[in-house]
């Protein structure tokens, strides 16, 4: 079979791979869509932490089971999507129910080969029903439970205002799940088109866009002085992560879901006089992905909104870097192997 290959920062390859046989305990899919994520353009850009080359990407996937072993109460030919984080079920967040982060924890496209191909074997265990969706919702679960898992883990409460930074997919989900939460959320980004889809598409009442405004000043505009009691990050920009605090209100929490190479520097006595929380939120759980499943068959989450471009899994090397430039107001692109 045909896979696509990162062989290195930049460079992208079709190569013959083998077809993957039939394992105990396994399943095997027929991919049908595959969603690029942050994780993927950051790898081929080099700059993705726990990576290594080469290295097949994607983990944003859907498509048909073909059979499986251990799979209780999926039949073959049903449309799946699975939960992508390989978790080893022995270590100690695996047996405090937290196996998103477990220790020992393998991802696919990441720690391990993913799934830009037409077959693709995975633990039985991480297969997940379709409950009706189609195959593009199917392929936004994942990257949706992120946000969400990012969301729940701020035990946001109704009517808090809620900072989330960066408007990307993993922000924008987040910023939908924050909705849902009942927060009043305010979206902060650079790119004024991400801050316009916000508003048209999400019902994000308040965007700050930083290279024209003083977000101090909008902030205590918006929260009447108070400042958001969360804020999440879904930026993985440094700079952006350790200027933020003060903006945080005394007593709030500060969660990071984006994640960048380098140190968190910030001053220890603003953060201290806040009586701040700060926790990192990484990957999510199974709950998760039943919660996002059941807000898009409620329609709270409209799936449609994320998709901005499309390509078939044969034209992905030479089209790839195009997703980077934001020029192209890449949201969401996805990859079709029909």
Not at 174 to 203: K, P, S, Y
Not at 258 to 286: C, D, V, W, Y
Request: hydrophobic share 40%; aromatic share 8%; glycine share 8%.
């Amino acid at each position: 079979m045909k896979a696509l290959i990162c062989e290195k920062p930049g460079l992208f390859a079709y190569k013959e791979a083998p077809t993957p046989s039939f394992q105990p305990g396994h399943a095997i899919i027929k991919i049908k869509r595959i969603g690029i994520c942050g994780t993927d353009l950051h790898a081929y850009q080099g700059n993705q932490p726990y990576f290594s080359y080469p290295r097949i990407l994607g983990h944003e996937l859907s498509g048909d089971l073909i059979e499986a072993d251990d799979a209780t109460g999926f039949m073959p030919g049903e449309k799946i999507t699975i939960i992508p984080y390989l978790n080893c079920g022995k270590c100690i967040a695996c047996r405090n129910g937290k196996p998103n982060c477990c220790a020992n924890i393998q991802v696919c496209g990441v720690h391990v080969d993913g799934g830009m191909v037409p077959y693709f074997s995975v633990p039985s265990y991480t297969l997940i029903k379709s409950e009706g969706l189609g195959y593009d919702e199917l392929a936004l679960v994942e990257p949706l439970a992120i946000g969400a898992h990012g969301a729940r883990r701020a035990s946001i409460q109704k009517d808090e205002f809620v900072l989330v930074m960066g408007a990307g997919p993993i922000g924008i989900g987040t910023m939908e799940f924050a909705r849902i939460a009942g927060a009043q959320v305010i979206a902060l980004d650079i790119n004024q088109d991400r801050l316009n889809f916000c508003q048209e598409n999400l019902r994000v009442s308040h965007t700050i866009n930083p290279a024209s405004e003083d977000v101090t000043q909008r902030l205590r505009e918006i929260t009447h002085e108070d400042m958001p009691t969360v804020i999440i990050d879904a930026t993985g920009n440094q700079k952006a992560i350790n200027n933020a605090l003060p903006w945080l209100a005394h007593g709030g929490r500060f969660i990071l879901i984006g994640l960048q190479k380098a140190e968190l520097i910030f001053s220890h006595p603003e953060f201290h006089k806040r009586e701040a929380t700060l926790m990192s939120s990484r990957n999510a759980t199974k709950e998760d992905f039943s919660f996002v499943i059941n807000s898009m068959k409620k329609g709270l989450v409209n799936g449609s909104n994320y998709i901005t471009h499309r390509a078939h899994f044969d034209e992905v090397k030479n089209i790839f870097e195009t997703w980077l430039d934001p020029k192209n107001g890449v949201i969401k692109a996805m990859v079709s192997l029909d």
